[in-house]
């Protein structure tokens, strides 16, 4: 079979980590039972350079069209002091909204040859092994009215934190699911004693467990989570939440690693009648614009999304599997890009990293 | 002269650590050429056991009365059922708001005799000295319209994150002072990239800069504030941020240090044409109910705090300064309390504590 897959290179280091995953994907090609149709499109800065726009409609429409999205990175000082409308975040938080992507997968794996990159001590992180899930589409990132404004003289800035029960309730069951192939913990973060719109949350959240009697369920609140993740973050399996705490917290459980670099994420969108669902995948780390088009770019965080591809996109979780050992084996090895060096390592470039996984 | 003390013991611990202050207070009486009346107030589920309420207005006319007010502790689980309106974390949030006390100071130390006590590696955080300034009465705390409501069948949960200029410049004035008084360096986080609050708040940060033309002042996004407060704690001075913000970010660096029982807050009010300003001293650790009444609480956050209020209330900060090497002293001869005990150390009691802290 055919997959259509959408990749959207964006900006900084974008480029040249997805030149590895494309190497991969045409190692799959050949090798296994499985065709990808590779298209590429413009995000971000790359997108407003050429029009004007960090998201054309047609890019839109190729994303839709697609079976799969794979994203670089977006955004870079170039394109820092545009207006809040048109810059290149508003490209990716368009793409997200339109193509419905309300559950962002962000793990936080720590590697056993890079644990010592971690600040955290070693018995703290060793194994570490966290899925967040931040919902994508909804909260404060999208509510209306929003805005800045002048009244009596005065001006304001404001936003809206606002939640529908389906809207939670679709990503809590996304949650549950996750925890029932996990280790059936999962944790929802919200900030119940002080916002309304969270008092809902862990109302729908509390519903939506019975359907799941198997999995134990703890709530949590944000300011106690961003503590719990820094003095013991091993006791959490899978952890539920908005958008606004899902991007704060899912920021610091990837600092915990020590390995940015190395991390995956998914970002998925509803499930419909054939089965098939929106999706797109990027890595955590960002554009890096400081150190782009030198070749020293780590490409495996790019290269686990695309593994994240095969397990949720295209139920190829053995396939998926199969990356996710030969990155660890690659580790084993000594291999690192500068971002992960260790001493007694051998460095290597963003290009021979990438080899060395193929031949992995 | 006389100074006006309210103390408000509050919850679980909240009253044995108080105990202690008071020791410090009668020996500062004695001693020093200072006068403490004292006066003793209920809040928080303590005062919803007496008056079905979690502040009254008596004890909010005493708290504005007094020239400071020191807080224990709120909360614990007697009182987790009870609906949102009147759970003990009302009274906190209706004192300040009702005192006006919109700056929130909140130091991150790393005492050399507990370095050992962070999960974080040695060097990532010894030495640290942070000081995180939090928005503490605007934002989405306390912005209307909030609630939940059904429209066209359907509930949703909302909240709204307001900030006007002016009380952006009045905290940004107090961490552009603050960090004049320290080592100069004053980050400023927001998420200007995705709220358009907080794209006012850069600019009026940006705006007070003017200002204070010898502060080093940056902006950072507050997903990378949570990234680079793991990766490296002491690249930062100052912080200040909003409400939500820094409810998250001060509690994150308040573990990075692993001592959570030795750190102080203090809540400000604007100054008055008198120099005066309204203030409330708390700890940062909470009412910790499970280990309350059995005299093995620590009582050096809440001693610290009345420390914070020499400071910064009665203009005392020799005799602040004298408290906190009498801490630093402390543990340097080797008494620690349960929460920081380590090999080799001598474990001792609230009391005790107290007492040594009194001796020293
Ligand atoms: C770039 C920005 C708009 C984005 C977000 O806040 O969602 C990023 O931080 C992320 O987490 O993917
Ligand atoms: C108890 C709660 C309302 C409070 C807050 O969120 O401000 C607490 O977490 C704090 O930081 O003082």
């Excluded at 980590?17 to 190692?27: E, F, H, L």
């Excluded at 990503?171 to 929802?188: E, G, N, P, Q, T």
Aim: with cysteine; charged share 25%; hydrophobic share 45%.
């Amino acid at each position: 079979t055919t997959k259509k897959v959408l990749t959207l290179p964006g900006d900084g280091i974008g480029p040249e980590v997805m030149r590895q995953v494309k190497r991969v994907m045409d190692w799959m090609a050949k090798k296994r039972s499985v065709n990808f149709e590779i298209t590429e499109g413009l995000i971000g800065g790359a997108s407003i350079d050429a029009h004007n726009n960090p998201l054309t409609d047609e890019t839109l429409a190729d994303a839709m069209a697609a079976d799969a999205v794979l994203l670089g990175a977006v955004g870079g000082p170039k394109w820092d002091n545009l207006p809040f409308d048109i810059k290149p975040e508003r490209g990716l938080l368009k793409i997200r909204k339109e193509m419905g992507l309300f559950a962002n997968l962000r793990p936080a794996i720590v590697f056993d040859a890079l644990v010592g990159a971690s600040t955290l001590k070693e018995d703290v992180v060793k194994g570490l092994d966290i899925m967040i899930l931040r919902e994508l589409t909804g909260g404060i990132y999208f509510g209306q009215p929003r805005g800045i404004e002048e009244r009596d003289g005065v001006r304001f800035g404001f936003n809206t934190l606002v939640y529908s029960e389906p809207e939670v309730e679709r990503i809590a069951r996304v949650a549950f699911d996750m925890a029932m192939k996990r280790d059936k913990r999962l944790c929802s973060v919200d900030k119940a004693n002080v916002l309304e719109s969270t008092v809902l949350w862990r109302e729908v959240v509390e519903r939506v467990a019975k359907d799941f009697p198997e999995v134990d369920v703890s709530h949590m609140y944000v300011d106690n989570a961003s503590m719990q993740l820094v003095r013991n973050p091993k006791q959490f399996d899978v952890m539920v939440t908005t958008n606004m705490f899902g991007d704060i917290l899912s920021d610091c459980a990837a600092m915990l690693t020590g390995s940015l670099g190395m991390l995956p994420s998914a970002s998925l969108g509803a499930t419909d009648k054939n089965g098939a669902r929106k999706a797109l995948y990027e890595p955590v780390h960002g554009s890096a614009p400081d150190i782009a088009g030198q070749d020293i770019a780590n490409p495996l965080a790019t290269i686990l999304s695309f593994a994240m591809m095969l397990r949720y996109s295209f139920n190829m979780s053995d396939d998926a599997t199969m990356i996710e050992t030969a990155v660890q084996n690659v580790l084993k090895g000594g291999l690192r890009t500068a971002d992960i060096m260790q001493p007694g390592m051998a460095k290597v470039s963003t290009t021979v990293m990438g080899e060395s996984l193929i031949s992995e």
